[in-house]
């Protein structure tokens, strides 16, 4: 096969791979997991169904990779973010706007996981655990780098700098989850502030 050949399959098949976790993700938030059926992916992404299972062993697996992807996504904001010029706290302050934003436009997306039975839950979130640590290690570095720069230019008390990016990570995550459960009253985005002062008020010099 020529060059040429081989370089257009590869490109028509990430191509169909996007096509893919598009349809899925729309259809996932849309819906919920348990209405969409992998027919429904397939015909939103004007594919057959036979070519979805090329790339996904299940509806399962193709909605940990939609995860996957969502959460890639976030991380890209987030890495183009902190090289903006201005000091690490303006850079810490503007990755928690960053985070809580991704969250509420995509609430849809996150909330899927609430639907799930009791013993499915435990089940995705042990596998999805696995599959999106590198994901969760990569946010903390970044967290990290910035905390511990934070420190040195002495805005933030010499603390542990990955122990304080771990804690700031908890933080966000719990005031969404808590944003969710009361029914997404008012705006998450709008309590970015609000995680930014109690931080803030625990580790600034």
Not at 105 to 128: V, Y
């Amino acid at each position: 096969m020529k060059v040429k050949e081989m370089n257009k399959r590869k490109i028509g098949q990430r191509d169909h791979l996007t096509q893919v976790l598009q349809a899925a993700e729309k259809l996932f938030a849309k819906r919920g997991f348990y209405p969409t059926t992998i027919d429904d992916i397939a015909k939103e992404a004007k594919l057959a169904k036979g070519t979805i299972y090329l790339y996904f062993d299940s509806k399962e697996d193709l909605f940990f990779s939609a995860i996957e992807r969502k959460l890639d996504a976030l991380l890209s904001k987030i890495e183009k973010a902190v090289k903006e010029p201005g000091s690490a706290w303006q850079r810490i302050n503007a990755t928690i706007g960053i985070h809580l934003k991704f969250m509420e436009e995509n609430k849809d997306f996150f909330k899927i996981m609430q639907s799930f039975s009791e013993q499915l839950r435990e089940k995705l979130e042990k596998e999805l655990k696995e599959r999106v640590v590198e994901k969760q290690s990569r946010y903390i570095k970044i967290l990290t780098r910035l905390i511990q720069r934070a420190i040195n230019e002495g805005e933030v008390k010499p603390l542990n700098a990955r122990k304080l990016a771990v804690i700031l990570m908890g933080i966000v995550h719990s005031l969404t989850v808590y944003w969710v459960s009361q029914k997404e009253r008012g705006s998450l985005c709008g309590d970015a502030s609000l995680v930014q002062e109690v931080f803030s008020q625990g580790v600034e010099r």
